[in-house]
């Protein structure tokens, strides 16, 4: 192998989802479909990296900013969905189950890590929540510790507000079978039953 | 989501191992170390899509033609070893264990695929051994059923040149235990003990 095969299959294998030796079948694949794969694929990574951008509005990722979600006018300016991640706002968006706005926290609240609030976005949340004219707030966070916590530390920071503050249901998965299920799940399921 | 993200998520999802949601996924970890690695990854393709091709001697991929191997001075060009892909070559080379030439086939025969002869590098092959003062020929060719039919194929073509013909041999994979292999391995690797 070569420098430029050596180096290519090295960030390959730094992308999740891939190692050593599934960066060595990408590159051979790569190698193998140039003009109908290597070629197209080059370009649109140029295209990303130049023209996708944070919406400095939301924290959505887009080639506008602010974003597409941000300036369309259809869109329920009234219910505030918060999310940890990008990758979130993305599900949801795919799930069309909402049709309202987002605000993208780019993390969670962690001793562990070291993240603060002020790392996240969250003066921009308190700033749009206050100007906006927002009558929810959803808590799309993960039900894990630290997106329990950061929705804990939210709910707090907007209880003055005089606005609707929800979060996600926890119970079963849609198609989830009951023996695979951990304790926690269960329970909350079982407590939330009707 | 918008065009570029959309279409480099949908290219990336072509890729060996990634579906669409792994697709996703690298897109945002590019996102997120656009310095550190998407900026370096798409040079690296670059580069590669630029400057690698295919050994016309040997049918390695290198930015020589012919390629570091073919004109290394050092290895033993009386020993030549027949793989199917460059893949195997790559995995020859990373277990050192030889240090004579190579040729790439680029394929096995298969009526099923409809891979004849001349769809392979089978002519360079036998004007190679021809040409080059070969001693053996090493058919490094896959166990399958493919592979074995395109070895048997070239040593019937060889037959005549009178030099060695080897082939790899079968048996327990090392570290293999005995209850995971099939009848096929138990059994050669019981014939050919020794």
Redesign the interface.
Known sequence: ?????D??TH??G?????GPR?A????????KK?ES??????E??????A??KTCSHCGN????DPC?ICTDARRDGAVLCVVE???DL?AL?RSHVFRGRYHVLGGTLSALDGIRPEDLRLASLLQRVACENVQEVILALGATLEGQTTAHYIAEKLQAEGIAITRLAHGLPVGGELDYMDDGTLKAAFQARK
Chains 1, 2 share one sequence.
Do not use: C, Y
């Not at 060595?24 to 190698?31: C, E, F, K």
């Open positions: 192998m070569q420098n430029a095969l180096r290519l960030l390959l730094k992308l999740p989802g891939l599934s060595r079948r990408v590159v051979l694949h790569l190698l140039k794969l290597f070629l197209p694929l080059i649109a990574m140029h295209d990303t990296a023209m996708v990722l887009s080639v506008m597409e991640d990008v990758a993305w968006e």
